[in-house]
């Protein structure tokens, strides 16, 4: 299991690679100012969904995010 530094160090090059350093900036600044709570954003996102939709996003997200088991 990872600990708090080595989940920070992915979660950082996640955004860095994605959003580049001065939206990462942006970003990390809007979840400090906001109180971001990700649970209720993922709540309120996928509740605004029909089902049809959430299916979609599912098998989206599946077939970019293929299962491999750890050990």
Known sequence: ????????????????EKLGIVET????SVIIRE????????????????ADEFNSAAVDYAKTHPFVATK
């Open 1 to 16: 299991m990872a600990n708090s530094i080595e989940i920070m160090n992915k979660g950082m090059e996640c955004l860095l």
């Open 25 to 28: 900036e942006q970003f990390i």
């Open 35 to 50: 109180q971001f709570d990700y649970t209720k954003w993922q709540r309120d996102r996928f509740d605004a969904m029909d």
